[in-house]
């Protein structure tokens, strides 16, 4: 199994352009999680799906940030437009099960935003 | 408000010895807690867990012990290893487990 994949791995944009993170999930796995990690805020989750269906959230930050699961295999998350403060790298994770069952990180994608 | 703490943002330990990472936590709700271990560059990879019934589960050198009354857990790495060497982060989550809350994380270093 290749792991949770996400593209791109750097993303450097300016300030206003709209940034497009994916995600795709392990295969088999029905939750599926972002995560934003900085210095400041640690690992924070941003939102969570359960069988493709969002269930909290919370997390995201404004409207700006938007995320979406029209399939099993595949998810992004949308920042339009994007500000310098959104620069962090983010994180998808997938599980399958609840409670003990481990997330299974993507390596991320680094967003600097100009 | 965190809810999950891990107070010693890094600690440095020799080669051989036993590192203890500890975490806090407030939410009495949860019923879950999981360590994982980042190396730069990557994602967070898990390492081990421990259900709320228990206060101890171990996996070859690592050991998770929590302590339920004080709210707190903590991992024990024994014997340490350069390899161990990363940043890692205690988490929980309640009994739906939906959800994951993540510490702030704690860098190992484990000097030769």
């Known amino acids: 199994d290749a792991g949770v994949i996400q593209s791109p791995r750097h993303e450097v944009t300016e300030m206003g352009q709209e940034v497009t993170l994916r995600c795709k999930p392990i295969?088999?796995?029905?939750?599926l999680f972002w995560y934003r990690q900085t210095m400041m805020r640690g690992l924070e989750l941003l939102i969570y799906?359960?069988?493709?269906?969002?269930?909290?959230d919370s997390g995201m930050p404004e409207d700006r940030f938007s995320a979406k699961m029209p399939n099993a295999s595949f998810s992004t998350l949308k920042i339009q437009p994007s500000e310098p403060r959104d620069s962090a790298v983010y994180f998808c994770?997938?599980?399958?099960?609840?409670?003990?069952?481990?997330?299974?990180f993507g390596n991320g994608t680094r967003l600097t935003v100009t | 408000d965190q809810q999950v703490k891990q107070n010693s943002p890094s600690l440095s330990v020799q080669e051989g010895r036993i590192s203890i990472l500890n975490c806090d936590y407030t939410?009495?709700?949860?019923?879950?807690f999981l360590w994982y271990k980042k190396y730069p560059a990557e994602g967070p990879t898990f390492l081990i867990s421990?259900?709320?019934?228990?206060d101890k589960n171990e996996d070859g050198r690592f050991t998770v012990f929590l302590n339920k009354s004080a709210k707190h857990l903590s991992l024990h790495i024994v014997p340490s290893q350069p390899g161990d060497s990363a940043v890692y982060f205690c988490?929980?989550?309640?009994?739906?487990?939906?959800?994951?809350?993540f510490g702030g994380g704690t860098r190992l270093m484990v000097k030769p």
């Open positions: 799906f359960n069988n493709n269906v969002p269930i909290d």
């Open positions: 988490a929980a989550s309640d009994n739906a487990g939906n959800m994951l809350t």
């Open positions: 421990i259900s709320s019934i228990k």
């Open positions: 939410n009495s709700m949860f019923d879950y």
């Open positions: 295969s088999g796995h029905n939750s």
């Open positions: 994770a997938s599980r399958q099960g609840r409670g003990e069952s481990p997330l299974h």
